[in-house]
């Protein structure tokens, strides 16, 4: 896959403060990378240098072939950006300000206006600016980040203010937007709906990527348990099952269920012992590390090795 983004030992200094120190990476045509880490972290310096909006400190940065710190970035039409914080003139209406960003971008207006109904924006259309709600404002913000169909799209905090229905929906817009060759970097704090969604994790801390992978590469990493859910039938409140291996760390949950902490390794050794012990199993969950989880633990080791 093409890269349109690269990241090369970027450090940047804000007086004392250093806000990236050392990031190297690449993203490519097509990934959705999730972009995750505390606040300071560094996740928008990276996306304001990407937009050409502040030079590195040392380092270099590349998107689309280009230096966007450079006095004619070709590449910014080519670029999405929605801030964490959107803000808009509130005296336009909605329609009026899709139409402005459009000739900004020099994109014809009615595509531009089209996206209004794909955020649910439809309605409120000729409503000004001023009358939206926050979550109103925000998928506004996410229809201007859409004009153009961007090759590179920056999203920082997208889903704040929106509502399960239209997360669910923004989630459909940007995995499909990404199928069709565009590369997606978000950033976001609601990791519980980045796990299934996010090809690729980024995680920095203070500044320093600690770690960059799959979700799935991230575990093997890790090393963390996977909790092995069992619903056994005839067990007593407190009891455990006599093929539970001498120490292995398991406990109950409400009266009714046993849950192992299993090493990766042996989770096909523990559901084999579950299943070949003539044990009334009646239901069955396997639960590998979440991303909150592998998150903790890859901050815990940085701030270890620190």
């Known amino acids: 896959m093409m890269t349109t983004v690269r990241i090369s ?6 007086g004392r403060v250093k806000a990236v120190r050392g ?3 690449e993203l490519s045509q097509g990934e959705l990378v999730a972009l995750i880490g505390h606040n300071g972290a560094g996740k928008t310096t990276l ?3 990407m937009l050409g909006l502040i030079r590195p400190t040392s ?3 590349e998107v689309l072939g280009d230096n966007p710190a450079a006095g004619q970035f070709a590449g910014r039409r080519q670029l999405g950006y929605l801030p964490e914080n959107v803000s808009f003139d509130t005296a336009l209406t909605g329609r009026e300000t899709l139409a402005f960003y459009a000739r900004l971008k020099r994109e014809p207006i009615a595509g531009a206006l089209k996206l209004l109904d794909a955020v649910g924006l439809g309605d409120a259309s000729s409503r000004r600016v001023g009358t939206y709600s926050k979550g109103m404002r ?3 913000g996410l229809a201007q980040a859409l004009i153009g169909h961007p090759r590179v799209l920056l999203l920082d905090e997208p889903t704040t203010g929106l509502d399960p229905e239209l997360r669910q929906t923004f989630y459909e817009v940007i995995q499909r937007l990404a199928a069709e060759g565009t590369t997606v970097l978000l950033s976001s704090h609601a990791l519980t709906e980045l796990e299934e969604r996010a090809g690729r994790v980024i995680i920095m801390n203070r500044g320093i990527k600690v770690a960059d992978g ?5 575990r093997n990493i890790a090393r963390l348990p996977t909790k092995i859910r069992l619903k056994i039938a005839g067990l007593s409140p407190g009891e455990l099952p006599s093929w539970l291996p001498a120490g292995a760390p398991c406990r109950r949950l409400n009266g009714h269920f046993v849950e192992i902490d299993a090493e990766p390794d042996r989770k096909i050794e523990l559901l084999h012992s579950a299943t070949a012990s003539g044990t009334a199993v009646e239901d069955l969950d396997v639960i590998p590390p979440t991303l909150d989880e592998l998150y903790a633990h890859f901050l815990r080791q940085a701030e270890q090795t620190s």
């Open 47 to 49: 996306m304001k240098l």
């Open 9 to 14: 030992e970027v450090t940047k200094d804000y």
């Open 23 to 25: 990031a190297s990476f």
């Open 138 to 140: 925000q998928r506004l």
């Open 59 to 61: 380092g270099s940065v």
């Open 214 to 218: 799959s979700i799935e590469r991230l």
